[in-house]
């Protein structure tokens, strides 16, 4: 093969891990907008608790608790997807620079693609813990009376039923 042949060979070969490059940056587009939702969240709550003898001080606490492990769970997500980022990049790079010096590294590629698979997986599973805990404290905030009527009418259905 001529020089241009391979160099277009090659640039074929690092169109996938460009690719995948991608979603993995759309992937750190959508848990960062997370993290600075529960950043957002926790802001207000502690605004709350900052008043001079704060009503429901006890809930405010306990939601910045688990605000706070959600937002734990996406700075490790965040790591991770960084890091398959940086991996994908290292893929490439090796490529190129394999081809340029005429040395073998499927090995080394091998390794970085696994590598960044991995932290991938990783990542996504703790995007999939902070999504669980989310939905595990999703309460609507109905006012008193309605929140009453709705628990009545579900029992009275239930009973209903039997």
Partial sequence: MNQIDEIAHLIQLSVAPVFLLTGVGTLLNVLSGRLARIVDRARVLEQRLDTPDPPHAAAI?????????????????????????????????????SSRLHYSTGLIVSGLFIAAMLASIVSLALFLREV???????????????RQQATDRRMHATQDKR
């Fill in 132 to 146: 669980y805990f989310a939905i595990g404290t999703f309460e609507i905030a109905l006012p008193a009376g309605t």
């Fill in 61 to 97: 606490g306990n939601e910045l608790r688990v605000l706070e492990r959600r937002g734990s769970l996406m700075y490790q997500a965040i790591k991770l997807s960084t890091m398959s980022a940086l991996l994908v990049c290292l893929v490439i790079a090796v490529l190129f620079a």
